[in-house]
C-alpha cells in the first residue's frame, strides 16, 4: 500500500494563479482532511470529509475548495492564489472521525504564492 | 488563549537524558490524546495515543492529568534519532470531532 500520497512537492504561484493539490489514499479510508502548517503555529484544517460526496469547513477554509467524488481521492483547489496562502500543505486520512484512529499524512506540499 | 498549548523549546539534551514535555489543552470535554513526532520538513507520525491510566511504549510514557487538563510525554535514554518537534493533538469534540494540534515542542538531543 502506498498509503497517502500527495502532489506536488514543491509549487511556486504568481498571485491570482489557480491551481489543485492532489491527494490519493489507498487504506479506504472514509476521513480525509487537508492541514496547512505555518510557522508558530499548530496544522489547521482547512476542510475536511467524512466520505465520497461530503465535505465541510475546517478552521481556514477561505480561498479553497474541495470535492469528494470517490473515496480514494480528495483534492484541493486554489482559486485565486494570494501570499498568506504561503505555506506547507498536507493531506490526511484515517478510518473514522471518532476514538484513537491514527492519522496518515500525505508527505506535504511547499507552496509559495508571490 | 489557545486551545492546545506547548513549550516550543529547544529543548536540548545530551545523550541518555530523561526529558519530558508538557501540554495544556483548554477544553475540558476533550476525549482523545495524542502525541505525533515530525521531523524536519516531513510529515508528522503518530507516536503515541495517551490514554486516562497512562501508557508507555518502550522508551515513550505519556500521562493525562485531566484535573488539571494536561497531557506530558516523557522519553527515557534519549537518542540522536529522537530529534524532532512533538506535536500535542487533542480530539475537539467542541469542532466536530476535528483534531486540534499544537504548535510543537522541538527537541535536540546531542553526542
Known amino acids: 500500500n502506498a498509503g497517502v500520497t500527495q502532489t506536488p512537492k514543491f509549487q511556486v504561484l504568481k498571485t491570482g494563479q489557480s491551481m489543485t493539490l492532489q491527494c490519493a489514499q489507498d487504506m479506504n479510508h472514509e476521513y480525509m482532511s487537508w492541514y496547512r502548517q505555518d510557522p508558530g503555529m499548530g496544522l489547521r484544517l482547512i476542510h475536511y470529509?467524512?466520505?465520497?460526496?461530503?465535505?465541510d469547513q475546517g478552521e481556514v477554509p477561505n480561498g479553497y475548495n474541495v470535492s469528494r467524488s470517490t473515496t480514494e481521492d480528495f483534492p484541493l483547489r486554489l482559486l485565486s492564489a494570494a501570499p498568506s496562502q504561503t505555506s506547507v500543505y498536507f493531506c490526511?486520512?484515517?478510518?473514522?472521525?471518532?476514538?484513537?484512529?491514527?492519522?496518515?499524512f500525505g508527505s506535504g506540499t511547499q507552496l509559495s504564492v508571490l | 488563549r489557545k486551545e492546545v498549548e506547548q513549550d516550543p523549546g529547544p529543548f536540548n539534551v545530551p545523550e541518555g537524558a530523561t526529558v519530558a514535555f508538557n501540554c495544556t489543552y483548554s477544553n475540558s470535554a476533550s476525549q482523545s490524546f495524542f502525541w505525533y513526532r515530525q521531523d524536519c520538513r516531513k510529515e508528522p507520525k503518530l507516536l503515541m495515543s495517551?490514554?486516562?491510566s497512562g501508557n508507555e511504549d518502550g522508551r515513550f510514557t505519556a500521562q493525562l492529568n485531566r484535573a488539571s487538563q494536561y497531557i506530558s510525554l516523557l522519553i527515557r535514554d534519549s537518542k540522536l534519532s529522537d530529534s524532532a518537534t512533538y506535536l500535542c493533538v487533542v480530539n475537539g469534540f467542541w469542532h466536530g470531532q476535528k483534531l486540534v494540534f499544537g504548535t510543537g515542542t522541538r527537541l535536540l538531543v546531542s553526542p
Open positions: 490526511a486520512s484515517r478510518t473514522g472521525p471518532l476514538g484513537n484512529e491514527k492519522l496518515f
Open positions: 495517551v490514554y486516562s
Open positions: 470529509s467524512v466520505g465520497a460526496g461530503i465535505t
